[in-house]
T-cell receptor
């Protein structure tokens, strides 16, 4: 089955700096790679996703890159703000099925 | 659009009792619903996948007789934790998807279960 590894587990940046979180996956059949932001006790919120036919996607301060050959994808947050502080999860799935989550990254943005 | 609700949002029960959690898609028909469990400071772990009108498919290590899943309609799935024990205490989150959502899963707000 799919195995998703995520690094780093914790990340602390100064407000305005960039943050990068990296994930690798094992199942070459995975074709959907979402990123979620989760605040304590709340549901995961989809912040950006990418499909296997695309190498990069950007939405304002957030971007995701996908390298299918190397089976890794990354989340980039630029101009970080204190409200970006949360736990971020990457995930990989085959269509809507078999979604596996990374272990999570606790991002802290210091004002 | 694409709103998923869960009920209850939290529940406290005694060891040995059963607890039912409902997951509803409010504004779309969910052909598939998923149940996840999340322990404190850990990731979401897929427990089972259910398609409307079919038996749920459970992940390895998840006891199907303990976690009963029913997906009787396109807008409702239920998870029943039978004979709950303290180690079942967790955050249970459902999600729903449809053919139109093309891979995206829409998450419910979660149910915090505490078994005393």
């Amino acid at each position: 089955g799919e195995n998703v590894e995520q690094h780093p587990s914790t990340l602390s940046v100064q407000e305005g700096d960039s943050a990068v979180i990296k994930c690798t996956y094992s199942d070459s059949a995975s074709n959907y790679f979402p990123w979620y932001k989760q605040e304590l006790g709340k549901r995961p919120q989809l912040i950006i996703d990418i499909r296997s036919n695309v190498g990069e996607k950007k939405d304002q301060r957030i971007a995701v890159t996908l390298n299918k050959t190397a089976k890794h994808f990354s989340l980039h947050i630029t101009e970080t703000q204190p409200e970006d502080s949360a736990v971020y999860f990457c995930a990989a799935s085959r269509g809507a099925y078999d979604m596996r989550f990374g272990a999570g990254t606790r991002l802290t943005v210091k004002p | 659009g694409a709103v998923v609700s869960q009920h209850p949002s939290w529940v406290i029960c005694k060891s040995g009792t059963s607890v039912k959690i409902e997951c509803r898609s409010l504004d779309f028909q969910a052909t598939t619903m998923f149940w996840y469990r999340q322990f404190p400071k850990q990731s979401l772990m897929l427990m089972a996948t259910s398609n409307e009108g079919s038996k749920a498919t459970y992940e390895q290590g998840v006891e199907k007789d303990k976690f009963l899943i029913n997906h009787a309609s396109l807008t409702l799935s239920t998870l029943t934790v039978t004979s709950a024990h303290p180690e079942d205490s967790s955050f249970y989150i459902c999600s729903a998807s449809s053919f139109a959502s093309y891979n995206e899963q829409f998450f419910g707000p979660g149910t915090r279960l505490t078994v005393l």
